[in-house]
């Protein structure tokens, strides 16, 4: 009998530790919940507007003005100016009404050359970078300099840091196009189940890489008839990924370096605009111009 006392008590004891954590963990939720944390869907109009630069790209490159075109580094330039004309009617959400688009896609532009931005994503050049910083960096470099200065969580780095492989290994024809998708989707849910806080830099900054990702992903599945192929440098989707990766690695290094802090704006827009120039070169007559002139 008293054996049985004890073990009832045990039993006693244990249900109500188990009924204190459930509590402790509702309060956790509440204090979270999923409305104040940032979901890879808060930033799909970034998606959707590089796609639409891709369409404009598409439509507009060349017409009978650029025919007189003889170097690469004309070429990457007409595409800018398209680029810079589009995005002055095709706007992104009133929060970014002030930002001035033509200074990142100058910035930004040379990504559209398939060669150079691999060489970048690779790590076997510099980032083309406006920040006050002495020192120059790769990409892999720069993402180590930010989590050394706590703007990245080790979280944010490992996420970003296996983008970068899977696209490494997508330019290396080492991943298909569908592994790389699917790849891309489960990064999309280890960064939704983090719950970043909605003001948070470098939450912004990992989901809109991860948003132009996968809809970039998208719309070359379903339009690849519009993918230039007969370059001397194959067709490479992950040059979108690549683009948004180099773009939001370059505003949160241009923004610490000018204030000490990584914005959220900067990165978003970087991503943004550094995947629309890593893949308008890409497009059907743009991408067969441009690689014409390798």
Known sequence: MRKFNLLFSVFLLSL??????????????ANNPKEDAISVSDFSFLGKWHNEFLVNAHNKYP?????SISSKEDALKTLLVINKDFAKVNRLPIQYSNVDFD????EFYKYADTEYISGVLLSKDNLRSTSSLDEVFT?????????????LSNF????????IILVERNYHKELSDFELKKSVLS????VNFHKYKKDSPEGALVASVLSISIHSLTFWEENSEIMYSNGKIAPWVGADI???LIGGATGALSSYASSGRVSLTACSISAGVGAISGSTG??????????RLF
């Open 16 to 29: 109500f530790e188990l009924c204190v954590f459930s509590c402790d963990n509702e309060t956790d939720i």
């Open 63 to 67: 017409n009978s003005e650029f025919r």
């Open 103 to 106: 200074k990142y896609f100058d």
């Open 139 to 151: 990409l892999k470099e720069t993402l180590e300099f930010l989590k050394e200065k706590n703007e």
């Open 156 to 163: 944010s780095y490992q996420v970003l840091n296996d983008l």
């Open 187 to 190: 990064l999309i849910d280890r």
């Open 242 to 244: 690549a683009g948004a």
């Open 282 to 291: 890409l497009v059907g007559k743009a991408g067969r111009f441009i690689s």
